[in-house]
């Protein structure tokens, strides 16, 4: 509850877009295949360097990965890719996310897309909402503190749903410039 009220500043560092979602799903393997849960992986650019606080993410990715294997609880497939994508004023909507600056035109997406048993429509509003929780024993905290988490980062977090058919998540991450020089030496 405090880190919530009082969310530490980012210290971020120069890390591989692929790196702290794989850290993340290392860490959870154990509990996908306890539940059945089989983990796929695509990275399109995977020598793509973001400036971000990888503790603070590696936050946000176990939380989303966790909540998706928990929503599988007879088992299913949790697929997490990165992409670089292009947004401008034309294709912005496509993505239905008004937080998305569009004077940034590139964006790194990193998707955790699961097979569960998806989002009630009435609830998807609130999911980020801090402690609303669908769940039982869940605290409601997760998914707020995922967006915070983000939005200190310059990124936000989107989700589509259907009922039955399973969940997307979507986190965005500003695409550095490539050719400042703290870049260009990240992995030098």
């Known amino acids: 509850l405090l880190s919530y009220g009082r969310p530490a500043s980012p210290r971020p560092v120069w890390t591989n877009a692929r790196d702290v979602p794989e850290r993340s799903l290392f860490l959870v393997r154990h509990v996908a295949e306890r539940n059945r849960v089989h983990v796929e992986t695509r990275y399109d650019d995977l020598d793509l360097p973001i400036f971000v606080d990888p503790e603070q993410m590696h936050q946000v990715f176990l939380n ?20 670089v994508k292009r947004y401008d004023e034309r294709n912005l909507g496509e993505v239905a ?13 990193i998707r955790f897309q699961d097979n569960g048993v998806g989002i009630p429509s009435e609830s998807l509003g609130q999911i980020f909402e801090p402690f609303f929780t669908t769940r039982a024993q869940g605290t409601g905290l997760g998914l707020s503190i995922c967006r915070q988490i983000l939005r200190l980062h310059q990124g936000m977090i989107a989700v589509s749903s259907e009922p039955g058919r399973g969940s997307c998540f979507t986190v965005f991450l500003p695409v550095p410039d490539r050719t400042s020089e703290g870049s260009r030496n990240a992995h030098a």
């Open 64 to 83: 989303i990965s966790l909540n998706a294997i928990q929503a599988m609880p007879h088992g299913g497939v949790l697929e997490v890719s990165t992409a």
């Open 97 to 109: 996310v008004t937080d998305l600056d569009a004077e940034r035109p590139e964006w790194v997406e």
